[in-house]
């Protein structure tokens, strides 16, 4: 049962980013990115700080631990952030979808190099398989179509534009902050390390603000569009990020962050329930591998060493009796 619930809370801030995603939309058209991306990170810092002294931790962030800190807050707050929400006003689910959520390739090439986490042969499959998953999900169905000979082909213009460069340029902040959450923990919570990025890498986002709508400080959005910014921000900043950067310091790296493949997942299914979307046969296909991804990497010791993982096994069966 604890395993139960301890998965559950790996996968709740990939279910939160999905359903975040959808509802921030239509927010960066009618108010703008900049104040979509301030308005996301700075009450959600606020809230998590607030929530420290609950949880009987520290707000203190230790002096050998600020310098990485200051790099993880540019590179996963604001430059993650800004490169999100402009790729949000250009582009849709399509293929910006399918380059932001490429990054647990990264994540698991960095982790590789920098922490030695091993990425056996059976990993290295899941990882392509949940890429491929991905695709399935978020290109664009005239182009899958042509690629399963079914339908004419679509021009590459039409397929790369600056959406999908913001949405690549998103994907890499995040896998470089999903590692530089372990330089600027070493001796701080990663909660707090988490209320605080946010806090502070508002700042340029506000700044960005003010320069390209100086006429307004705050969007003329209904009580619904306020609704969703406030659970973009509470549910799918402060609990999503506190929880995903709370398990990125203690799980393995490349593990972890392939459950980024069933972002896309969830913001489908609440674009069903919310919208009536239906997703098309070759969409449920790209569903069955992101899954059949999610098992292989996080499951690639047992499959590769199945004796290796029994006798271990039995050894610890000895030891408890």
Known sequence: MLLIRHWLLMVLPFALWGTAMAA??????????????????????IAILLSLPFLGRSWII??????????????????????????LAQTGAGLGSVLIDSQPLMVALLARSLFGEGINPIGWFGLML??????????????LKHWWLL????SLPSLANNGEGW?????????????????????????????????????PLLVWHLIDYSDSLLPRWSPFEWGLMAYASLLGSAVAYGLFFWFANREDLTSFS???????VFALAAGGIWLGERLQYLQWFGVGLILISVLLVSQRRRFWEPSHSDSSSSLEGEQIQ
């Open 130 to 143: 949940g890429l491929l998953g991905i695709i399935f999900l978020g290109a664009p169905p005239d182009l």
């Open 258 to 264: 392939t459950l980024a493949f069933l972002t896309p």
């Open 24 to 45: 921030m939309s239509p927010l960066v058209t009618s108010g703008g990115p900049s104040i979509v991306a301030f308005l996301r990170i700075l009450p959600a810092g």
């Open 167 to 203: 949405m690549l340029g998103a994907a890499m902040a995040m896998a470089f902050g999903t590692v530089l959450i372990r330089y600027a923990c070493k001796r701080s919570d990663p909660v707090a390390v988490t209320g605080w990025h946010m806090v502070l890498g508002s700042i």
């Open 151 to 154: 339908g004419e082909p679509s």
């Open 62 to 87: 230790a002096e050998n631990d600020r310098w990485w800190f200051l790099l993880f807050t540019l590179v996963d707050a604001s430059l993650f952030q800004t490169f999100l929400v402009k790729g």
